[in-house]
C-alpha cells in the first residue's frame, strides 16, 4: 500500500513539474512577442548606443512605446491619460505653452515649459533648478542653474552627448528637443513620453 501512495505521488509532482514548464514557456514567448512587437510599430523608435531598442512612438495617433509596452492614450480637455493592459499609468495636463507629466495619482513628475528658443523642464511647479535646453547655431546645450551640463549634437540619426553616442533614431531627428534623451536625471521611460508630446506640440 505505502508503495501504491509513493507511484501516485511520484505521478502527481511529474504532471504539476510538466505544467509548470509549459506555463513559464509560454509567459517568456509572450514577452518577448510583445517585445517584438512595440519595435516594429513605432514610426520613431530609439535604440541605445549598443542597439537595443528602449522605445519610440508614434505621433498620429499618439502612442506610446517603452519598457517592451505600448501606451494607448485617451484625449479629455486640455489632458492625456496613457494606458497599458487598461491601467492608467501616466497623465500629460496642458496649459499655454507648457504641460506637466504627472503619475497616475495626479503627483507631478515634470513640470515641462515652452518659449520660443528653449525648453525648461524640472520637478517642481515653480520651475525652480530646471533643466534648460537651447539650440545654438552649431550645437544643442544643456544647463542647470547656469551651469553647462552637456553638449548634444544631432548627426543624421545619431544623437551624441559631449562627443559620446548615446542613441540611435530611426529617423533623421530635425528638432532640438531630442536633446531631453540626454538627461539622465528623468527616467528613460518619462523622457520619451515628453519628447513625443513635445513634437507633437512643435
Not at 497616475?104 to 525648453?119: A, C, E, F, G, H
Not at 544643442?140 to 562627443?163: F, M, W
Not at 513625443?196 to 506640440?201: D, I
Request: charged share 25%.
Amino acid at each position: 500500500m505505502k508503495y501504491v501512495h509513493l507511484i501516485t505521488l511520484i505521478a502527481i509532482l511529474f504532471i504539476s513539474g510538466c505544467k509548470n514548464n509549459t506555463e513559464t514557456n509560454t509567459t517568456k514567448n509572450s514577452v518577448t512577442d510583445t517585445t517584438t512587437s512595440t519595435d516594429m510599430e513605432a514610426n520613431t523608435s530609439i535604440s541605445n548606443a549598443n542597439g537595443v531598442n528602449i522605445g519610440g512612438f508614434n505621433l498620429d495617433p499618439l502612442e506610446i512605446f517603452a519598457n517592451g509596452k505600448k501606451y494607448l492614450h485617451k484625449s479629455k480637455p486640455n489632458k492625456h491619460k496613457f494606458y497599458t493592459n487598461g491601467t492608467m499609468v501616466y497623465e500629460v495636463k496642458f496649459k499655454e505653452s507648457s504641460f506637466k507629466l504627472r503619475d497616475k495619482n495626479s503627483n507631478l513628475l515634470w513640470k515641462v515649459k515652452i518659449y520660443p528658443d528653449k525648453i525648461k523642464i524640472s520637478d517642481n511647479e515653480e520651475n525652480e533648478n530646471a533643466y534648460i535646453i537651447k539650440k545654438y547655431p552649431e550645437k544643442i546645450k544643456i544647463k542647470r542653474n547656469n551651469i553647462e551640463l552637456t553638449q548634444v549634437k544631432l548627426d543624421q540619426s545619431t544623437l551624441y552627448a559631449n562627443d559620446k553616442i548615446i542613441y540611435k533614431i530611426s529617423n533623421n531627428p530635425d528638432s532640438y528637443v531630442f536633446a531631453i534623451l540626454a538627461i539622465d536625471a528623468i527616467p528613460e521611460d518619462q523622457r520619451i513620453f515628453i519628447l513625443a508630446e513635445l513634437l507633437k506640440q512643435l
